[in-house]
């Protein structure tokens, strides 16, 4: 079998995969960070908080309704959308206009205060979803097993970034919307209302988080605490990518899964502090991230 | 100049006992500090229904001890060592708080022993799992009484490579906990016959598996153990049945699971998987009958840990209520006298090292359809004896042994 | 009347102000400081020592963030950084007397907040907050995996020494007093340096640097400076925290300390001498006292809605509020 650093080339193709996969899932929710951060210039730190209640809102309500994982693909983002907007509309937009770190501790608090709440009503163990049966069981490649779930997240993740980058970059909603938050009076003159588009906005950019907390359901164990882990890695990547481009934070955040994948298979402990070696390294020679223009 | 210091208050305090009972518990009040994570991680290992455990068992001493009431406060030591120590200081140093129970992450329990130890008051501690606490970190004030690192990888290791498991990959948590676990291992597969061919560090914590599950499965050896605690294990084995490691063949071991994971898991995902524990309410008609009464106070099954603060604090109160004092060394040399015998454990004993041994359990997640209901998980497999599941006291590293 | 006598009474009047409030001000701080040396017969010592600490390490990220407009978000680096070298001297040099050791852990913590500034100076607002945080990520990943650290475990049993080699430190009073001064005697260096010219041209930064750009000034090399002496501060304060608790643990390097430092600061009043005094203070006993009491098991989501409250409805902090009510009600 031939060798790379050691490392059979078969389980090197599977790490690439699997770095792949775990990429796209940091895709998509860097991009909801991007999206946010690029539009409305809010840096949001309640996202993992977002991402968590994605993923609780669909235990939850398989637990008590009985709904199952499909509608659940789509309630979940709508209603963690929806609580976006309202925190939108009755918190940040009192702090519009002020420096960015306001933001950033206002949507901290925000994430404290959810996890909190939570924690202290279903704990911290972890909360069981089965996994749905179309999805059960996976396919040999050769040169590893893979689930047909973990296909499937790679398959929606990259429609759904895919889709995303679309509408803002390239339609003529997402041209208003970018106009809408350069210059939100001369819009106003011409009629759109933008105080609400940069609420749905906002509601847009959290959805997509709780989009990857349903993604995340059945594979992950499903905690109050679980987004906070994976809010700094997340950031770490859209800074990268950076701040506010929409495709770099898509490219970005798949390149990353492929940096943390090949971490672990060389030097595993590293796994979780490499992005910050790359972020530390990419800043010194791009300030303003792989894709980002310079200020 | 402790240790004289020790013995003087000691003497003193058995003159005391001499004249009159009474005399010798301080304020007349025996004040019991309650210090776990509330909030954060080991919340529902320990957390908050430790706390009611404790005060079931206050309750069923009757409240008080020969005349004296028994008081209790509590805290969440937000699982830091700083905040954990200037809330004992405060405990031992201004609030005469005589025992400081629950104990939960390592750093917090070693920080505590310390203050406890210069400050000559009591503490017992349920919740941690490393080993060090009563071998290089031992001190007369403290005692460890549900399990630790030893009897979990005793008890789980020796057992899978008995039935065949020779050869080992280990997915290891990169900290103290995790590298004290693998060595354990390591040191019980090899006396058995076994090998360890590739141990893999993993970050604390890490949400993804996936990568460390396809590296485990290419390493081909027979079992995978895991030597992580709390969400990383579960998520481990999420992954582990996702990608099919038992089908292919492997067998998956979990050093440390408490009860809490294993509901979350599910029988499903965690079916088959041997674990090691320290009780389960589920044993005898005792433990069932506490654990009802556990469950209508709380709503949920009681973990070992839950067991073991109610164990521990009873055997406590009784020390007390013995020798009429509240003095550290006193009740902890009384402790150390009475075998243990109550639904937690039978003929339990508390060495001088400060590590109660007890019987530990070998036992096997039950299938989906052996599970009656949600909190029926366990089968016991195999009753591990104390002697055998411990550290012995001739490998201990602890100066008050060898004295 | 002519123009020439108005401006005198003007200028003298407002001279004769100034004075008054020199007065008024110096007699408010010689208050706090008698306060502050009576302390520890009414309140419980260790605790006090706790809150000094962390008021040093917050008058530190202030220096930065308040004055300087830099907003680092790895402070923790800092302070673990400085915490875990004088304990690992104290604990392995016996003949070190606690004040070399609490100097060498600063010094190191310069020079590691020395290594971040040359790295971070030249990112700008939301970038350098990134790159700090990523820096000090990296550091906490070395504290976890360094042996010398003691891990999760944290390093336990550090001794308090003496001070001089004489003064029994495992004293509290001694202990007290020892940070108090060392605390009061960084203070004052932070107030001399704001009020100082060079500080003059920190506050012209944080309000318009391409400004102070063009006057000519060398803004990075401002920066790093003020940089340096901030993590200098937030090392001692680290330092000092290690001895007085005999320990020094990971909760230290985590994220969350620099989160937490931003909540003082924020809390008391950035940009202003005595704000993050006032901000440790409250965090310190908030959660304190929350994590004793019926609430204990709500310490977080009260601290996430204390957040949220200061930043909608007393942005400058409880310090900079007053000082916005006495200017207007009173000036």
Redesign the interface.
């Known amino acids: 079998m031939s060798m790379i650093f050691g490392v059979p080339l078969a389980v090197l193709s599977g790490q690439l995969l699997i770095g792949v996969i775990n990429g796209a899932f940091y895709a998509l929710l860097s991009l909801g960070l991007a999206v946010i951060f690029g539009l409305l210039k809010i840096i949001n730190f309640a996202h993992g908080a977002m991402y968590m209640l994605g993923a609780m809102v669909t235990v939850i309500m398989f637990d008590v309704m009985g709904v199952n994982y499909w509608v659940a693909l789509f309630m979940a983002p709508l209603l963690v959308g929806a609580v976006g907007v309202l925190i939108e509309y009755f918190l940040l937009r009192r702090i519009a206009g002020q420096d960015h770190i306001y933001s950033l501790l206002l949507t901290f608090g925000i994430a404290l205060l959810m996890q909190g709440v939570l924690t202290n009503i279903y704990g911290v163990s972890g909360m069981r979803y089965s996994m749905p049966d179309l999805f059960k069981g996976g396919i040999n490649l050769g040169f590893m097993f893979l689930p047909y779930y973990r296909a499937w997240v790679i398959g929606i993740a990259l429609v759904v970034c895919f889709g995303t980058w679309f509408m803002i970059e390239k339609t003529k909603l997402g041209a208003y919307l970018r106009a809408g938050t350069e210059d939100a009076q001369l819009m106003q003159g011409f009629g759109i209302n933008v105080p609400l588009l940069i609420s749905l906005t906002y509601g847009f950019g959290v959805a997509l988080a709780a989009f990857a907390g349903v993604l995340a359901a059945p594979i992950y164990s499903v905690t109050p605490v679980m987004g906070s882990h994976i809010l700094i890695t997340v950031f770490a990547v859209v800074v990268i990518g950076g701040m506010g481009s929409i495709g770099g934070a898509i490219i970005t955040g798949i390149l990353m899964g492929v940096v943390e994948g090949l971490t672990k298979t060389f030097y595993p402990p590293a796994s979780s502090a490499v992005i910050f070696l790359v972020m530390v390294v990419v800043l010194m020679f791009r300030p303003a991230g792989l894709f980002g223009k310079e200020a | 100049m402790t240790m004289m210091k020790k013995l003087l208050t000691s003497a003193v305090a058995s003159a005391m006992m001499a004249t009159g009972a009474q005399a010798a518990i301080s304020n007349d009040t025996v004040k019991i500090g309650y210090l776990a994570d509330?909030?954060?991680?080991?919340?529902?290992?320990a957390g908050?229904n430790g706390l009611k455990a404790m005060e079931m068992a206050i309750a069923d001493f009757g409240g008080e001890v020969n005349g004296a009431k028994i008081e209790v406060?509590?805290?969440?030591?937000?699982?830091?060592?700083?905040?954990a120590?200037?809330?004992v200081?405060?405990w031992v140093?201004?609030e005469n708080v005589d025992l400081v129970a629950g104990l939960v992450?390592?750093?917090v329990s070693?920080?505590v022993s310390?203050i406890l130890e210069e400050n000559d008051r009591l503490g017992i501690v349920s919740g941690s799992a490393?080993s060090?606490i009563t071998n290089e970190?031992c001190t007369p004030n403290h005692i460890h009484y549900v399990y630790d690192t030893y009897p979990l990888a005793n008890g789980t290791a020796s057992a899978v490579v008995k039935e065949g498991g020779k050869t080992w990959f280990i997915l290891t948590a990169?900290?103290?906990?995790g590298?004290a676990l693998e060595g354990d291992v390591t040191r019980v597969v090899e006396a058995n016959g076994g090998e360890i061919i590739g141990t893999?560090?993993?970050?604390?914590?890490?949400?993804?598996f996936?990568?460390?599950i396809?590296?485990a499965?290419?390493s081909g050896a027979d079992v995978v153990a895991l030597a992580n605690a709390g969400?990383d294990t579960?998520?481990a084995i999420?992954?582990a049945s996702?990608?099919?490691l038992t089908q292919?063949g492997q067998t998956l071991a979990a050093l440390l699971l408490f009860l809490?994971?294993v509901?979350?898991?599910?029988v499903?995902a965690a079916q088959g998987i041997q674990l090691t524990t320290g009780w389960y309410w589920d044993m005898n008609d005792e433990t069932r009958a506490w654990s009802d009464r556990f469950m209508e106070e709380t709503g949920a099954r009681p973990t070992m840990i839950h067991a073991g603060v109610y164990s521990s604090t009873m055997q406590y109160l009784k020390a007390v209520e013995a020798t009429g004092s509240d003095d550290a060394q006193t009740v902890r040399k009384q402790m150390m006298n009475t075998p243990i015998n109550d639904m937690f454990t039978k003929n339990g004993v508390i060495r001088e090292d400060g590590r109660m041994v007890h019987d530990m359990y070998l036992a096997e997640v039950k299938t989906p359809a052996e599970s009656k209901n949600e909190w029926d998980l366990y089968k016991i497999l195999r009753t591990i004896p104390a002697e055998e599941a411990y550290r012995p006291l001739s490998e201990s590293k602890c100066p008050l042994v060898n004295k | 009347m002519s123009q020439s006598f108005d401006s005198t009474a003007i200028h003298q009047a407002i001279l004769e102000q100034q004075k008054a409030d020199g007065r008024k001000k110096m007699l408010l701080n010689a208050v706090l400081v008698l306060l502050l040396v009576a302390a520890p017969f009414v309140l419980y010592p260790v605790f006090l020592m706790k809150i000094l600490c962390f008021a040093l390490f917050a008058v530190a990220f202030n220096l930065l963030f308040g004055f300087t407009g830099l907003l680092s978000f790895g402070h923790a680096a800092f302070l673990a950084t400085g915490g875990y070298t004088t304990g690992y001297l104290l604990t392995n040099l016996s003949w070190l007397s606690t004040e070399l050791g609490i100097m060498a852990g600063t010094g190191v913590a310069t020079l590691l907040g020395l290594a971040f500034a040359l790295l971070s100076i030249r990112r700008q607002g939301i970038y350098f907050a990134m790159v700090t945080l990523a820096l000090a990520q990296l550091v906490f990943f070395f504290f976890v995996q360094s042996e010398f650290t003691g891990g999760e475990d944290g390093m336990h049993g550090i001794p308090r020494g003496h001070l001089l080699g004489m003064i029994d430190l495992s004293n509290n009073f001694n202990m007290y007093y020892f940070v108090l001064a060392v605390f009061l005697g960084c203070y004052l260096l932070v107030q001399r340096i704001v009020s100082s010219p060079y500080g003059q041209v920190l506050k012209s930064i944080k309000q318009n640097e391409p400004r102070a750009v063009s006057l000519g000034y060398n803004v990075n090399r401002y920066k790093v400076l003020a940089f340096v002496i901030s993590a200098a501060l937030a090392g001692l304060a680290g330092s000092m925290k290690s001895v007085v608790f005999q320990l020094a643990s990971l909760n230290d390097a985590h994220w969350h300390m620099s989160g937490e430092v931003i909540l003082m600061t924020l809390v008391g009043g950035m940009g202003t001498l005595l704000g993050p005094v006032v901000g440790a203070t409250f965090v310190v006993n908030v959660e304190y006292h929350l994590s004793q009491g019926a609430l204990r098991d709500w310490v977080d989501p009260i601290l996430g809605g204390i957040f949220i409250l200061v930043v909608l409805a007393f942005r400058s902090g409880f310090v900079g509020e007053l000082q916005k009510f006495f200017k207007k009600n009173l000036g």
């Open positions: 509330m909030s954060g991680t080991y919340r529902d290992l908050p406060v509590s805290a969440d030591d937000r699982n830091s060592a700083d905040v120590s200037s809330t200081r405060r140093e201004n992450a390592s750093s070693i920080a310390d490393a060090s970190h990169d900290y103290a906990f590298h893999l560090r993993h970050p604390f914590p890490t949400p993804d996936s990568s460390f396809l590296q499965q290419a969400a579960t998520n999420n992954t996702e990608f099919g292919s809490n994971d509901k979350a898991l599910g499903e």
